[in-house]
Structure formats: C-alpha cells, structure tokens
C-alpha cells in the first residue's frame, strides 16, 4: 500500500515504528480525500509541536494539546512549465502537460474547542498499525505531476484523536515590581519562536506558550538581563567562536555572552553589533541585536541551524551597545499562571 500525493505522501515502514519516532503516540484515524481511512496510534518525531501560520503569527502547538486538524483547499490551480521567450519581455512560452497545484487551510481544534485557522508547515505524522507503520508528509502547499488530476492527489481531509487531549495553560499573568518599564521575551528552546509579554491594565501578560522549556531575558528601563547558567565552558565558545568566522552576517561584531549544551543542541547567547555602513541616514545608523543561536554538531564541526532575538535597537557611531547580565534565577524559570520576577 503506498500513496504518492500532492499535499499527503504515505510509505509503509514495515514493524514497529521507526527509530526517533515519538513513542508517546495516541490512537485516532486519518480520512483521506479519496475516502480511505487510517487507524493507529498517530505520533510524531519527538520535540516536534505542530508549526502554524496564523495571519502574522506563528503558534507551535504540541501534538498532545490536538484533538483535531481539518483541512479544506484553499486554491487550486492548474500549471504549466514555461520560460519567458526574450530576455526583458513579459511573453512567455509553455510545454508540458498541465498539473494541480493545491494549497490546505488548516483548522487546528484544541481540547475545549479552541479553534486556529491557518497554514501549517510541513509536518510528519506516523500512524503505527498492528503489523505497520504509514509515514504521512502534509504540506501546506505542493503541486502534482505533469498529466494528474486534483483526483489523483490524495491529502488528507481530517485526522481525529480518539482521547482527550491535553489542555494547554492560560496566559502567563507577571507582577514585574514596581518599575513601569519592563519588558520580558521568551524564546523556546529548539524552534526559538518568540514570545513578548504585552501590558494590560499595568500589568504584564505572557501569551500561553506551548512548552515550558524557553529562555528568558527582561528588560528593566536600560538594564537587561538573560536567565543563563552560571557556568560557563571556554571550549565551548572557542568552537562557536570559530564556527562563526563561517557565517556571513548583516552584523559585523559580536560578543558571546553565554553559552550552553543540552545533548546534541548547543546554543549561544550574544550581542550582534554593526559598525561598518548601513543604508539609515538618521544620527541613529547602527543596529544591535540581543540574540541566541543554535548549533548543530556534524563530523567535529558547528554549523547555524537557528536563531531568534530578544531586544534589539539602534545606536549612533559613538555609542557601543547595551550591557547584559547573566542571571542564573531567570535560568530553568518555572512560568505559572501568576508569576513574580525575580
């Protein structure tokens, strides 16, 4: 058994499912546009939430908090490959046999109904069935070949959880102290999304996150501080430091301030600096960035697999950018419904 579709791609991996799987799986059933179904335990790769574009926002949902995903064509084309025929003009020239290009929208159903509609990326789920394993690819976008129809590409309509899923938590609600100008980010761990806390009512507000394991840094009028371990491994940055000299950047200095290791992902925290020209006019020309990067490890070398930022701003020539302090009691911080910085 084995479809090869234009948003869905399904292979048999025979046995039990394959090394890195999430083990963690639930039993539901997969409905696919040509009304075949799939029942088994659906999980995906370990450390993987669901990555959905909502609008301008991006939510990272874990599989656990998922009760439902449906998906409906948003737009459905037929295309040709073609060249323009002269270099400079707008005539162009098609061959080929057409073929379909679909884009899903995704409708993604939490526990208590909450509903998010957007695009969701390319995703990986593996459906473990008593003598095999179906591996189903589901992308946001993709197109077919030459001579299909929208029939001969099977995507999937509707993958349903049998048991409840886990409700996520509620808004993070901070008592900050009694300085009005505070800011706090969070950045998770592995995908590094970026969440700000917004001010309502005085107060700070932290959206919902999806996984408790994010790094922390606050913002207290000019002083900034990283939640960091103390710790800190010299041959570790000097590989990163070296790992860097690879990597061609809009910022031309930086500072390492931190770095740290959990298994095979390494990350470091620093300060990016332009000095050399950029494109602003103003007295004010010369960017900085407070960022984490992360590394990957292959054959003894680092390479840049990632990054997200926490504050950023803008300096004149003269002025070097902002201190930061590493604050081991913003490290491993446990976020809670009501939460007190310290």
């Known amino acids: 058994m084995r479809w090869v579709g234009l948003i869905l791609m399904a292979t048999i991996l025979g046995g039990r499912l394959a090394l890195g799987q999430d083990e963690a799986g639930r039993v539901g059933t997969v409905e696919l546009s040509n009304g075949e179904l799939l029942e088994g335990v659906i999980s995906t790769t370990p450390g993987a939430p669901l990555r959905l574009q909502v609008g301008k926002d991006v939510k990272d949902v874990p599989l656990a908090a998922v009760q439902e995903l449906r998906f409906v064509p948003e737009a459905e084309t037929l295309e040709q490959k073609w060249r323009f025929v002269e270099a400079g003009r707008t005539a162009k020239q098609k061959w080929g046999l057409p073929y379909p290009v679909r884009a899903l929208q995704t409708q993604l159903l939490l526990s ?4 998010f509609t957007g695009h969701l990326y390319t995703t990986v789920l593996y ?45 993070i609600h901070i008592e900050a102290g009694p300085s009005p100008d505070v800011q706090l980010v969070t950045l998770a761990r592995g995908s590094l999304l970026r969440l ?10 932290l959206p919902a996150l999806s996984t408790p394991a994010v790094f922390v840094a606050v913002r207290t009028g000019g002083v900034y501080r990283v939640g960091w371990p103390a710790l800190r491994e010299l041959a570790l940055t000097e590989k990163i430091e070296k790992a860097m000299a690879d990597v061609r950047d809009f910022f031309d200095a930086h500072q390492i301030l931190g770095t740290w290791q959990d298994g095979d992902e390494i990350y470091s925290l620093q300060m990016m600096h332009r000095q050399g020209q950029t494109s602003l006019r103003e007295e004010k020309s010369q960017p900085w960035r407070l960022e984490i990067w992360r590394w990957k490890e292959q054959a003894g070398q680092l390479m840049l697999a990632g990054r997200g930022y926490f504050f950023r701003g803008i300096l004149d020539k003269t002025s070097a950018p902002p201190a930061v302090r590493l604050d081991s009691a913003l490290w491993n911080l446990e976020l809670h419904d009501k939460l007190r910085l310290p």
Do not use: C, M
Request: hydrophobic share 40%; charged share 20%; proline share 3%.
């Open 112 to 115: 208590g109904g909450r509903i």
């Open 196 to 205: 700000a806390a917004r001010t309502e009512h005085g107060a700070l507000v």
């Open 127 to 171: 459906v473990a069935q008593s003598n095999e394993t179906v591996k189903v690819v589901i992308k946001a976008k993709d197109k077919g070949t030459e001579g299909q129809t929208f029939q001969d590409v099977v995507y999937p309509v509707r993958i349903a959880w049998a048991g409840a899923a886990t409700a996520l938590p509620g808004d």
